[in-house]
């Protein structure tokens, strides 16, 4: 079975450019996360989305970061503009459901240099 | 307040040595799961293991074995006769459902295997 999917695997941009991520998760997991992982700490969810509705966006900064996941499936996460704070290795996880006994199986990741 | 600490930032063993991985979490739910990830230089965290708070059986994979206390609210992780392959980050993570489900994570440990 294939793992979660995303690309790409890195990416360098200039501050201030738009910037997008892609996730394609475990096939029939309907529940779909990004997080955000600085260096040296662990993972921080952004979003969740259950199938295609994000049900938990608290910590995802709206001011300049987007995600959708229009057909419940694949999911972007998008930042315009990038700051240089931004540089992070963002993750993306899927998991069967929304419980939070539910394990969460995660891809490889994006690791996002701002200059 | 929902928390995980994993107070060992950095642990360096020699090969075939064994190694405790501590884990430390804080929720007000009865109800809640523990997880481990392991973290290699490729990026993408791995699923060790989930446990349920009703649970406090220690489990035992190989050379893996996880000791839950419920009394002391730990979640450690040993590993046995370590070996090069096992040096990674360790992410301990708690899920519950104080004011909504969550998962959070710990802030990882650094485990190098020396040979």
């Known amino acids: 079975e294939a793992g979660v999917v995303q690309s790409p695997r890195y990416k360098i941009i200039e501050k201030k450019q738009p910037v997008a991520f892609w996730c394609n998760p475990i096939?029939?997991?309907?529940?779909l996360y990004w997080y955000l992982q600085n260096l040296g700490q662990g993972p921080e969810l952004l979003i969740r989305?259950?199938?295609?509705?994000?049900?938990?966006d608290s910590q995802l900064p709206k001011d300049r970061f987007s995600a959708e996941r229009l057909k419940g499936v694949d999911s972007t996460l998008k930042i315009q503009p990038a700051e240089l704070g931004d540089s992070a290795v963002y993750l993306c996880?899927?998991?069967?459901?929304?419980?939070?006994?539910?394990?969460?199986?995660f891809g490889p990741g994006t690791r996002l240099l701002v200059l | 307040a929902q928390k995980v600490t994993q107070a060992q930032t950095e642990i360096s063993v020699v090969e075939k040595e064994d190694v405790t991985l501590d884990c430390v979490y804080e929720?007000?739910?009865?109800?809640?799961?523990l997880f481990w990830y392991k973290q290699p230089p490729s990026g993408e965290l791995v699923f060790l293991i989930r446990?349920?708070?009703?649970?406090?059986q220690n489990e035992i994979s190989g050379r893996y074995s996880w000791n839950f206390q419920k009394s002391t609210s730990s979640f450690n992780f040993t590993i046995t006769a370590s070996q090069v392959v096992d040096s990674a980050v360790y992410f301990c993570?708690?899920?519950?459902?104080?004011?909504?489900?969550?998962?959070?994570f710990g802030a990882g440990t650094r485990l190098f295997v020396k040979a």
């Open positions: 996880a899927s998991s069967p459901g929304p419980g939070e006994e539910e394990t969460q199986y």
């Open positions: 096939s029939g997991h309907n529940t």
């Open positions: 989305y259950e199938n295609e509705e994000a049900v938990d």
């Open positions: 929720t007000r739910d009865t109800t809640y799961y």
């Open positions: 446990r349920n708070s009703f649970d406090e």
């Open positions: 993570a708690l899920g519950d459902n104080t004011g909504g489900f969550k998962t959070i």
